[in-house]
């Protein structure tokens, strides 16, 4: 009898932005087939990955972000790894006239917006005493702000007369309250809520509106910045699945609520951190040291 792998063996990953040496399909390798996909935030970290499993499964993607240079250098990665097309478009989530500019372009390339996913985000580790205003208004812009741009956007330019799927990326910070995080925490919190609204008054038009909220995820910039070794082992600990996700889990979620296996679901979050809001303990001590250790490195 051939021994099968168990059912919680997470698929393989790779730390860097860099396309998977090989890749296992849990889903049919056409399940996007013929779809085009939209991607803020798509050059590096979960975007990067979210593109590179969608192409493999057919879709086209188009990613982007402020950084042309390294979006064009991902965007070779994605298309040598996948044979799909990828195109880097620059725009800034937060200024609505680069997302229209990179929509237009989109559209004269492909003739077509399927999928949108919001990805574009931005933190860091701040105690809400040592926030400054504006640093705060950032966040929000970028997260928040630039979600609801790129929504609107690809709703007015395609989605309200052809339909199409939207999958917002959020997180779990917001959900019992997270240290250092008052800023990241608010602008989640608001995707979720924008999450239902749009779903409920876009509906009508063919258009589902789903979040997925990731836990600590290895390999993205999220991590890198905001854990210290010690501390992201002391996290793993604590999770109910005693591991940090990886990027390619995250893909898959996002594959899920993107492709016609969710074709009945819409206003809702897919949580994906292990169980790990349900347990992690809010570590005062040595969440405020480090914010202190990387405060010093800046200066």
Known sequence: MTELPTLDHPPADVETDDCLPSYSYLYSP???????????GGGSGIGFRIAEIFMRHGCDTVIVSRNLQRLSQAAEKLQVA?????LPLQGDVRQPESLIAAVDETLRTFSRVDILVNNAAGNFL???SALSFNAFKTVIDIDTGGTFNASKIVFEKFFQNHGGVIVNISATLSYKGQILQVHAGSAKAAIDAMTKHLAVE???????????????ISGTEGIRRLAAPDVASVLSSSIPLQRMGNKTE???GALFLASPLASYMTGTTLVMDGGSWLTSPNQLAASMELWASKTKETK
């Open 126 to 128: 701040c105690p809400a």
């Open 82 to 86: 996948t044979g799909r097309r990828c």
């Open 202 to 216: 876009w509906g009508p038009s063919r258009v589902r509106v789903n979040c997925l909220a990731p836990g600590p």
């Open 30 to 40: 056409s399940l996007l087939s013929g779809r085009v996909a939209f991607i803020t």
């Open 250 to 252: 995250i893909a898959h």
